[in-house]
C-alpha cells in the first residue's frame, strides 16, 4: 500500500496501527465528515454506518473498496484530488492524521460492528434518534386561553393571545373602526369589492348588537366570496393560461380548473377534502369528474414546446415543480433545495427529497371532458350535422389516403435517425404540437380514441408540408382543410375540457438524482414523507400513492399543513402572517409572533373539520380584526410593524381588486361567477412584445370585457401589464406572499389606463343621475359614499370644489378637451357638467383610500 501511496500525490499515508470502526471512524463522520451530506453520513443516499449500503450504494460502489484505501471514493473527496469536488464543502477540511485513519480502516478491510442496525421501513433509516425541537415540526396542541385584565375587549378566544401579549409589552389596543369602514373592510376581505351603497346604509343605520355578525354570515354566502379567495389560492397554484417559455402557447382550457376552485370555496368544501382533491382527486376511488378537475393543479407547470427540446429532460422538470409546489403550499417547507444535495439548514436530505418527489414521477398528463350545466343538449343536438361536414372536408381533400403512409413513415425515420432529417424533424416537433403525439402515433387505430385521432389528422393536415414541397402542399389544399375545420370546431357547440392527470399503469422507478441533474441518476427510491416528520401509513409491504400522500398532509400526525394554512389566512386580514415567512416553516424561516395563538387557530381549524369559512367568521368577528387601523405615534419605535396587532393593518389592495373596484363603484362590471378567461383593453402593443409575434390578443367584446381581474387571461410572457404594475405574481412558480410596491407607474396606471378612464366616465354618469340631489355638495357626498363608503370632510369638500370649479373654467373654453372627456350626452346634464364631472371622478377613483384596505 505504500508504493500506492506513491503513486497518488496528495494522498496522506494510511494509519499503521490498527483502526477499529467504533473508537476511531464513527466520531469522526458524525462530528467532522460532510462527504456524505450532513450527520446522517449520507451521499446520493448511502449511509457509511450501515455495511451494506456503504458497499453496496453510490457512485457504483466505490465509496468504499476494502483492502483499498487509495482507490475509496470516499478517501479521495476528503483529500481533495478532485479540485472540483472537494469534502467537506465547507469549513475546515480533514486533517492528514484523520484522512490517514479513514484510510486506513478501509486498508484494514473496512470493518463494522458485528451489531450493527437493521434498516427497517422505507425513511426510518433516516430518522434521527430523536424528536427535531423546531417549533413547526412538533404536533400542533390546542393551548388553553390565557389570562387578562381588561375581558371585556375579548369577543373570542384570537382576542385573549393578542391581548396577552399586548398587555405583557404594556400597550392598550386600539378602539373599534367606525362602521363605516368596517363594512367597506369587510366586503373587500370576504368578497373582494366595495359594498353596495344600499349595504353600507342598512348597516350604519342598524343598532342590534348581532348586526356585524350577520353581515359577515350574509358576505360568507356571497358567490363573490370564492372568487376573492380564489384569487389568492391562484397565486399559489402558479395558475396561467398559457405554457410559458418561447412559444408561450394558451391553454384553452386552463380556465376549468379555476372554476372548481372558486365552487369548492363558495361550498365551504373542507380544507382536508380540497387538499386531497388537488393532490389526487384523479386517484380517489370513484372519483368524479370535478374531483379530477381539481387534480388539474399539477398541470399548471410551464411547458416548453421550443423545438430541439428534450422531452424527458422537460418532464423531469416538471415533475421537480410539482414536488416543490406541493412541498411548499402545504408544507411551507424549501424542500426545493434538496434537489441537489442535503438542505444546508433544515433536516431534509436528498433521499427525502426523491422519497417525495416519486410520488409524482409516474404522474401521465390527460384532458377530459368536464362540462358544465347546460352543456350537454346543444352539444348533442349538434354532433350530427358536425360530424358531418367533418368528413365532408377530410373526404374532399383526400386526408386519410395520405395519413397512413405519412404516419408509417414518420416510424420509420423514428427508426433510423438522420436518415431523412425533413422526417425527422416532423416526428420531433409532434409531441411539441400534440401532447403525448408520440404514443397516440404509436397507437393502432382501433386503440385511439375518437379525439385522439382527430387531433393527428389535424397535425397531419397542419405539418404534411414539412415532408413535401410547397407546391405539393398548396396542391392538396390541406392549409385550407386545416382552418375549415378549425372554424367548424369553433362554431360547433362544445364540451367544456379540463387539464388533468393519471399514474402510469406501470410506474416509473424513481432514483436520486446526483447533483439534481435529470439524466444522472444514483440508487433508486420508494416514494415517502420526509424522515423527520411522520411516516405515511399504508398496507404492510403496500408503496404509497398520491392519494397516501394527500391523506398524509392533512392527518393529525403532520403538523404543518394546518398551521400553514390558518397562517396564510391571517397574513391576508393582518398585510402579514404569524409566521411573516408564510412560505418557509423551516429552520431558517420567522418564528411565529404569538405561538399559542397559531397553534390554537391551528386545532381549532382542525377540530371543526377544516372549515374555512368558519375559521374566516372567527377572524372577522374578532375584537382584534375590528380594530381601527389610524396610525398611531407612540407605537412607532416599539412596534412600527405592527406585529404586535395593537391596531388593524393598513393595506393596498391586489392589482385585481383595484380595478374590480373601480368597474363596481362606476356600474360597469359584469359580475358573472366562473367560466372562460377574458382579455379586456391593453396598452398597444403589448402582446407584440411575445417571441416573434405568437400571442394573439383578440379583446373580449361586450360584458366579458368588464369582468372581475380574477378571469383576465394570464399570458405567461406578456402578462396583463396593470396586474403587473400592482406586484401580481409571474406565475412561473407558486407564490405565497405579494409584495407591495409603490411607484410611479401605478399613478399613470390609475390616470391613464383605459379601463380607468371609463370608469370615470361612467362614475360621472352614475353620479350625475343617481345623486339625490342637484348640488355639486349633494353630487360628492354620493360620490364618497360609492366610493369609500363615507361622506368627505370638510377639508375634502373645499379643496375638490376648488378643482370643480377651476376643470369646468377649462372645459367651458375648449370644447375639444370637452369632448374627449364626456362625447355621450346625457339628458339634461350640460356637457361641460359632465365633463368636469369626468375629472372629479378620476380623482376619487386615484385617492390612497380607495385603492386600500382601511
Not at 512 to 534: C, K, Q
Not at 563 to 587: K, P
Request: aromatic share 10%; charged share 25%; hydrophobic share 35%.
Amino acid at each position: 500500500m505504500q508504493a500506492l501511496a506513491a503513486e497518488t500525490p496528495g494522498l496522506p499515508p494510511a494509519a499503521s496501527e490498527p483502526v477499529d470502526f467504533t473508537r476511531d471512524v464513527e466520531p469522526l463522520l458524525k462530528s467532522r465528515c460532510q462527504v456524505c451530506h450532513g450527520p446522517q453520513q449520507q451521499m446520493n443516499g448511502l449511509r457509511l454506518d450501515r455495511k451494506q449500503a456503504a458497499l453496496t450504494g453510490g457512485y457504483s460502489g466505490r465509496v468504499i473498496i476494502p483492502g483499498d484505501g487509495a482507490a475509496s471514493k470516499l478517501v479521495q473527496l476528503v483529500a481533495g484530488l478532485n479540485s472540483k469536488v472537494v469534502m467537506p464543502p465547507a469549513g475546515e477540511r480533514l486533517s492528514a492524521k484523520e484522512i490517514g485513519l479513514l484510510r486506513g480502516w478501509i486498508d484494514q478491510g473496512a470493518q463494522w460492528p458485528e451489531a450493527e442496525i437493521t434498516q427497517s421501513e422505507p425513511g426510518a433509516d433516516d430518522a434521527s434518534e430523536t424528536a427535531p425541537a423546531h417549533w413547526a415540526f412538533l404536533p400542533a396542541k390546542k393551548p388553553p386561553l390565557p389570562q387578562v385584565q381588561d375581558s371585556s375587549w375579548i369577543r373570542n378566544g384570537i382576542d385573549a393571545f393578542v391581548l396577552a401579549r399586548l398587555e405583557n409589552e404594556g400597550i392598550e389596543p386600539s378602539r373599534e373602526a367606525s362602521k363605516a369602514t368596517l363594512v367597506r373592510r369587510l366586503s373587500l376581505d370576504l368578497t373582494g369589492l366595495p359594498p353596495a351603497l344600499e349595504v353600507v346604509d342598512e348597516f350604519v343605520s342598524d343598532p342590534s348588537l348581532d348586526a356585524y355578525e350577520r353581515l359577515a354570515d350574509r358576505l360568507l354566502e356571497s358567490p363573490h366570496y370564492g372568487e376573492k379567495w380564489a384569487t389568492h389560492w391562484l397565486d399559489l397554484a402558479r395558475y396561467a393560461d398559457s405554457d410559458g417559455y418561447e412559444k408561450d402557447t394558451p391553454r384553452p382550457h386552463a380556465w376549468r380548473y379555476r372554476h372548481w376552485v372558486i365552487n369548492a370555496f363558495n361550498n365551504d368544501l373542507p380544507f382536508d377534502q380540497f387538499t386531497i382533491d388537488q393532490i389526487a382527486g384523479d386517484l380517489v376511488p370513484n372519483a368524479t369528474v370535478e374531483q379530477r378537475v381539481a387534480a388539474g393543479l399539477h398541470r399548471n407547470t410551464l411547458k416548453n414546446r421550443e423545438g430541439g427540446v428534450n422531452i424527458e429532460q422537460y418532464r423531469f422538470e416538471e415533475t421537480i415543480d410539482r414536488t416543490n409546489t406541493v412541498g411548499t403550499v402545504w408544507l411551507a417547507l424549501s424542500v426545493g433545495c434538496a434537489q441537489c444535495h442535503d438542505h444546508k439548514y433544515d433536516p431534509t436530505s436528498q433521499k427525502d427529497y426523491y422519497r417525495f418527489f416519486a410520488f409524482f414521477n409516474s404522474i401521465d398528463e390527460v384532458n377530459i371532458d368536464a362540462p358544465l350545466a347546460g352543456e350537454f343538449g346543444p352539444y348533442l343536438a349538434a354532433q350530427p350535422g358536425y360530424n358531418q361536414k367533418r368528413r365532408e372536408i377530410l373526404e374532399k381533400h383526400k386526408a386519410a389516403e395520405l395519413q397512413a403512409p405519412w404516419e408509417a413513415k414518420l416510424l420509420e425515420a423514428a427508426a433510423s435517425p438522420g436518415k431523412w432529417t425533413d422526417w425527422d424533424l416532423s416526428y420531433d416537433v409532434l409531441p411539441l404540437y400534440m401532447d403525448k403525439g408520440h404514443q397516440v402515433l404509436r397507437k393502432s387505430l382501433s386503440q385511439r380514441t375518437e379525439r385522439e385521432a382527430y387531433d393527428l389528422t389535424k397535425f397531419f393536415l397542419k405539418n404534411y408540408g414539412r415532408v413535401v414541397t410547397s407546391e405539393r402542399y398548396k396542391e392538396l389544399g390541406f392549409k385550407e382543410a386545416f382552418n375549415q375545420l378549425t372554424a367548424l370546431d369553433q362554431e360547433t357547440p362544445a364540451l367544456s375540457r379540463a387539464r388533468s392527470v393519471e399514474d402510469l399503469a406501470a410506474p416509473r422507478t424513481t432514483h436520486i438524482h446526483i447533483r439534481g441533474g435529470w439524466d444522472r441518476e444514483g440508487i433508486a427510491v420508494t416514494p415517502g414523507s420526509p424522515a423527520f416528520l411522520s411516516q405515511i401509513e399504508t398496507r404492510l409491504g403496500a408503496v404509497p400513492t398520491r392519494l397516501d400522500l394527500g391523506n398524509w398532509i392533512v392527518s393529525r400526525d403532520n403538523p404543518l399543513t394546518a398551521r400553514v394554512a390558518v397562517n396564510r389566512i391571517w397574513q391576508e386580514y393582518f398585510g402579514r402572517g404569524i409566521v411573516l415567512s408564510s412560505e418557509n416553516f423551516g429552520t431558517q424561516g420567522e418564528k411565529p409572533s404569538h405561538p399559542e395563538l397559531l397553534d390554537w387557530l391551528a386545532a381549532g381549524f382542525m377540530d371543526q373539520g377544516w372549515s374555512l369559512k368558519k375559521l374566516h367568521k372567527m377572524i372577522v368577528t374578532s375584537a382584534t380584526y375590528r380594530q381601527s387601523s389610524n396610525h398611531r405615534p407612540e407605537l412607532q419605535q416599539t412596534d412600527p410593524g405592527n406585529v404586535l396587532l395593537a391596531r388593524q393593518a393598513r393595506v393596498r389592495l391586489p392589482g385585481e381588486l383595484i380595478r374590480d373596484s373601480a368597474l363596481s363603484v362606476s356600474g360597469l362590471l359584469y359580475p358573472k361567477v366562473g367560466g372562460k378567461s377574458v382579455k379586456p383593453p391593453q396598452p398597444e402593443g403589448v402582446a407584440a412584445l411575445a417571441y416573434a409575434g405568437q400571442v394573439k390578443w383578440q379583446q373580449s367584446e361586450g360584458k366579458d370585457a368588464y369582468r372581475r381581474g380574477l378571469y383576465i387571461h394570464f399570458q405567461r410572457t406578456v402578462p396583463y401589464p396593470f396586474l403587473m404594475n400592482f406586484d401580481s405574481p409571474d406565475a412561473s412558480a407558486t407564490h405565497c406572499r405579494r409584495e407591495r410596491s409603490n411607484t410611479p407607474l401605478q399613478a399613470l396606471n390609475l390616470l391613464n389606463d383605459d379601463v380607468f378612464f371609463e370608469s370615470a366616465q361612467a362614475f360621472a354618469a352614475r353620479v350625475l343621475q343617481d345623486s339625490p340631489g342637484d348640488r355639486f355638495s349633494d353630487r360628492l357626498d354620493f360620490a364618497y359614499r360609492l366610493v369609500v363608503a363615507r361622506l368627505p370632510t370638510a377639508q375634502e369638500q373645499e379643496r375638490l370644489l376648488g378643482f370643480y370649479l377651476e376643470q369646468k373654467r377649462i372645459l367651458e373654453a375648449d370644447s375639444e378637451k370637452r369632448d374627449a372627456l364626456f362625447a355621450a350626452a346625457l339628458e339634461g346634464v350640460p356637457p361641460v357638467e359632465a365633463a368636469t364631472w369626468v375629472t372629479v371622478s378620476r380623482v376619487l377613483l386615484n385617492l390612497d383610500e380607495f385603492i386600500t384596505k382601511e
